[in-house]
C-alpha cells in the first residue's frame, strides 16, 4: 500500500479534530427562549439543486416538531444539526409526495439516534394513517434487520415504527387546535390546494409568539382569519412567468405529458404578491416565501420571482433558503433571521 500523501495526512488529523464536536452538536441547546422556525425544505417536486422538498422544522422549548417531511429531509436536518431525538412529532398538511417522501427516513434517523423506545406521532388529517401504515409496512423488514444487527437495546422494537393520529375538522368550521402541550398551542386551519381536500396549514403559539405555515394553496381566506398578528408567516408561493418558461422549453422539447402538468401547477399555489397581500390583510409582522416553483438557478431570477410583492407588504419579505431559521425570541418584537447551516445559529 503506497503511503499517504501529506495532504491525505492533514486531512486526516483535521477530521480527527473537528469530529467530536460535529458528532455532539445541538444548537437546538443554544437557543435563546422563544420560538423558532427552520426551514429544512424550501423547494418543490422539480429538480433543484439547492433546495429540498418541502419540510419546516417549528423548535418550542427544545422540542422539534416537523411540518411536512419531502424528499431530503433527514439529510438536511442532519446538515443543520437538528438532533433527530429532539422531534416530538410529525404534522403533515397534505399527502402529496413531494410533503411526504422523506417521512420514513426522518423516521428511521429519529428511531436509531436515541434509541426510542416510542413510535414517532404522525399527525394529520383523515388518510394520514393510511400514510404511516404503508411507510411502517415497506420498512418492516427493515426494522427487524436492524434490531437483528444491533440489539433491542440500540433498536429497541417498540420505537421502530410510526404512529398516526388522524384529526378532521368540524363541519362549518375552518380551524381546530390539534396540539396543546407544555405551553405549545398548535393550530390546524383549511387552505385551498384543489383537488385535495382537506389541505391544511398551521398555526403555532407559543410564549407570545407565533408563527404560521400556510402549506400549499392559493389565495386563502381562512389563512388570512387564522394568521391575524402572528409575528411570521411562511407562505408557498410560485411565479407564472418563469413556470412559463419551463413549460415552453418542454414544449418545444417534444414532452408534452411534462408541458402538461406544468401548465396545471398554477391552479394550486399562490404567487408571491398573493402571498404578500395575504401577508399585509393578516397584519403579520413578516414574511418568508417558500415552496419556490420553479427552481431558481440565478440569483438574478429572484426579483422576477417576487415580482412587485415587496410593494404589497410593507414588513421583513424574504425568500426561503434552506437551512434558514428565523427566531422570535420572547419577550421581543421582530424576527431574526439567521442559518442553520453555520455552527451556532440564532445566538
Request: proline share 8%.
Amino acid at each position: 500500500m503506497p503511503p499517504h500523501s501529506l495532504r491525505s495526512r492533514l486531512a486526516l488529523a483535521a477530521i480527527k479534530r473537528a469530529l467530536p464536536s460535529l458528532v455532539s452538536a445541538d444548537p437546538v441547546a443554544r437557543l435563546a427562549e422563544g420560538l423558532h422556525v427552520a426551514v429544512v425544505g424550501s423547494g418543490s417536486p422539480l429538480p433543484d439543486r439547492k433546495r429540498g422538498n418541502p419540510c419546516v422544522a417549528v423548535i418550542a422549548g427544545g422540542r422539534v416538531f416537523v411540518v411536512d417531511a419531502g424528499e431530503r429531509s433527514a439529510e438536511t436536518m442532519s446538515r443543520m444539526q437538528l438532533a433527530p431525538s429532539r422531534i416530538a412529532a410529525v404534522l403533515l398538511t397534505h399527502f402529496h409526495s413531494d410533503h411526504i417522501g422523506g417521512l420514513p427516513t426522518v423516521n428511521l434517523q429519529r428511531w436509531v439516534a436515541d434509541a426510542a423506545q416510542t413510535p414517532l406521532r404522525v399527525l394529520g388529517p383523515t388518510g394520514v394513517e393510511r400514510v404511516v401504515a404503508g411507510f411502517n409496512e415497506a420498512y418492516e423488514l427493515d426494522r427487524g434487520y436492524r434490531t437483528a444487527h444491533h440489539g433491542p437495546e440500540v433498536a429497541p422494537p417498540s420505537g421502530a415504527g410510526m404512529v398516526a393520529e388522524p384529526f378532521s375538522i368540524p363541519a362549518g368550521e375552518d380551524a381546530k387546535v390539534v396540539l396543546d402541550e407544555d405551553g405549545l398551542k398548535v393550530t390546524a386551519f383549511t387552505v385551498e390546494h384543489p383537488p385535495i381536500e382537506p389541505a391544511l396549514g398551521y398555526r403555532f403559539d407559543y410564549r407570545g409568539r407565533s408563527a404560521v405555515i400556510s402549506g400549499d394553496t392559493i389565495y386563502a381566506p381562512s389563512l388570512i382569519r387564522v394568521a391575524r398578528g402572528a409575528d411570521l408567516l411562511l407562505h408557498d408561493a410560485l411565479s407564472p412567468e418563469l413556470l412559463k418558461l419551463v413549460e415552453d422549453a418542454a414544449g418545444r422539447a417534444g414532452l408534452d405529458m411534462r408541458r402538461r402538468i406544468l401548465a396545471d401547477v398554477p391552479d394550486y399555489h399562490a404567487t408571491a404578491p398573493q402571498a404578500a397581500d395575504a401577508a399585509r390583510e393578516a397584519g403579520v409582522g413578516a414574511l418568508a416565501i417558500t415552496h419556490v416553483i420553479p427552481p431558481l438557478p440565478l440569483k438574478g431570477l429572484e426579483a422576477i420571482f417576487l415580482g412587485d410583492a415587496r410593494e404589497h407588504f410593507a414588513g421583513e419579505l424574504w425568500l426561503a433558503r434552506d437551512g434558514d431559521l428565523y427566531s422570535l425570541h420572547s419577550g421581543q418584537t421582530g424576527v431574526v433571521r439567521s442559518s442553520m447551516m453555520g455552527r451556532w445559529p440564532g445566538r
